[in-house]
């Protein structure tokens, strides 16, 4: 487990980041990391992951998904399960983290604090850079202005490790005025 921790703690290091990224951000790395160690969270993605969950099923999900205004009972489910519970609690221990969610070794949605834009990540950099093909990486993302928030936000994305194997991944956003005291 150190192996990978240092591996993902050199790669973090290598991430390009934008400009005006804070230094509290590489600060957090650590404790998001850990996030990804969490008992409830691995059991989680792990039963997803066993799940017969095929690529189509996922993709058919994300078009309902984008097409759903408001919340159905399928996501209603993501955002309650005890995955769901724990994500909460990780992201009301500060007030800069807004939005986590969690994701399995496909990208898909297994647990959230708030509707994501969509169901499936696995098309995206947050999620193919923190899986990493099982090998797990950190991610940052770009700074962006979240309307919702109404502030700049940063996604720093973190692989879910078990037996030294990463089986999904969690992005958390980061709201950086709020991190950086403003």
Same mark, same amino acid.
């Given at each position: 487990?150190?192996?990978?921790?240092?591996?993902?703690?050199?790669?973090?290091?290598?991430?390009?980041?934008?400009?005006?990224?804070?230094?509290?951000?590489?600060?957090?790395?650590?404790?998001?990391?850990?996030?990804?160690?969490?008992?409830?969270?691995?059991?989680?993605?792990?039963?997803?992951?066993?799940?017969?969950?095929?690529?189509?099923?996922?993709?058919?999900?994300?078009?309902?998904?984008?097409?759903?205004?408001?919340?159905? #009972?399928?996501? /209603? $489910? +993501?955002? &309650?399960?005890?995955?769901?519970?724990? %994500?909460?609690? !990780? =992201?009301?221990?500060?007030?800069?983290?807004?939005?986590?969610?969690?994701?399995?070794?496909?990208?898909?949605?297994?647990?959230?604090?708030?509707?994501?834009?969509?169901?499936?990540?696995?098309?995206?950099?947050?999620?193919?850079?923190?899986?990493?093909?099982?090998?797990?990486?950190?991610?940052?993302?770009?700074?962006?202005?979240?309307?919702?928030?109404?502030?700049?936000?940063?996604?720093?994305?973190?692989?879910?490790? #078990?037996?030294? /194997? $990463? +089986?999904? &991944?969690?992005?958390?956003?980061?709201? %950086?005025?709020? !991190? =950086?005291?403003?």
């Amino acid at each position: 487990m150190t192996k990978i921790i240092s591996t993902i703690l050199l790669m973090s290091s290598m991430v390009s980041m934008a400009e005006t990224l804070p230094a509290q951000v590489n600060e957090l790395i650590p404790t998001l990391q850990k996030w990804g160690q969490d008992p409830i969270l691995i059991t989680a993605v792990s039963e997803q992951n066993k799940s017969s969950l095929t690529l189509e099923d996922i993709k058919l999900r994300d078009a309902t998904w984008l097409a759903t205004d408001g919340i159905d #009972d399928r996501m /209603k $489910a +993501i955002m &309650s399960n005890a995955a769901a519970k724990r %994500l909460l609690e !990780l =992201e009301k221990s500060q007030p800069y983290f807004f939005e986590v969610f969690l994701m399995d070794n496909q990208g898909a949605n297994v647990a959230m604090t708030n509707k994501t834009s969509d169901y499936w990540q696995g098309d995206e950099a947050k999620w193919q850079e923190s899986f990493n093909s099982g090998i797990g990486a950190v991610h940052i993302g770009d700074v962006e202005f979240d309307e919702s928030a109404q502030d700049y936000l940063v996604q720093v994305s973190v692989p879910v490790i #078990d037996a030294e /194997k $990463a +089986i999904g &991944s969690i992005t958390i956003g980061i709201n %950086l005025d709020l !991190l =950086e005291g403003k």
